[in-house]
């Protein structure tokens, strides 16, 4: 089964870099995209639905903004697997902290380069994805294991 990555992201722009960053990097993984926080909750607990491993998150969104998200998540212990990564352009260490209190496992800052972006991306999924036991072989290497 292909590991499902939530990305919650409301930038038409950081998408697309996002898409084209880990389709780069981890094209075994399988992405959805949510536009806005008000859908997480929904998505998440909808009956059926295949529960991602990794949720990339937007901290400052329209609406309902991320820290929320975060808070939401984990009050369901059902939700409890998603590993939730903050991937955002606020470098404020008030938010940061914030992000962790309510229960995030990482903070990240979304760098502006597409070369460093996509760098941070691939490490980010590279050690999470292990936590969450998500085999990603390194490049060239065909015999991981699980």
Not at 21 to 31: E, K, V
Not at 53 to 73: C, F, K, S
Request: charged residues 20%.
């Amino acid at each position: 089964m292909t590991e499902l990555v939530l990305v919650v992201e409301d930038s038409p722009a950081d998408v697309e870099a996002i898409e084209r960053a880990i389709s780069r990097s981890h094209p075994q993984l399988r992405l959805e995209f949510l536009r806005s926080g008000t859908e997480v909750l929904t998505r998440l607990t909808a009956p059926g639905a295949a529960l991602p491993t990794i949720m990339l998150l937007d901290l400052n969104m329209p609406g309902e903004g991320g820290l929320a998200v975060i808070r939401q998540v984990r009050a369901d212990a059902t939700l409890d697997g998603i590993r939730i990564i903050v991937f955002t352009s606020s470098e404020d260490q008030a938010e940061a902290d914030a992000c962790y209190a309510a229960g995030a496992d990482s903070y990240i800052y979304k760098p502006v380069n597409f070369a460093l972006f996509q760098t941070v991306l691939r490490q980010t999924l590279d050690y999470w994805g292990n936590v969450a036991h998500i085999v990603v072989p390194p490049p060239g290497d065909s015999s991981a294991q699980t």
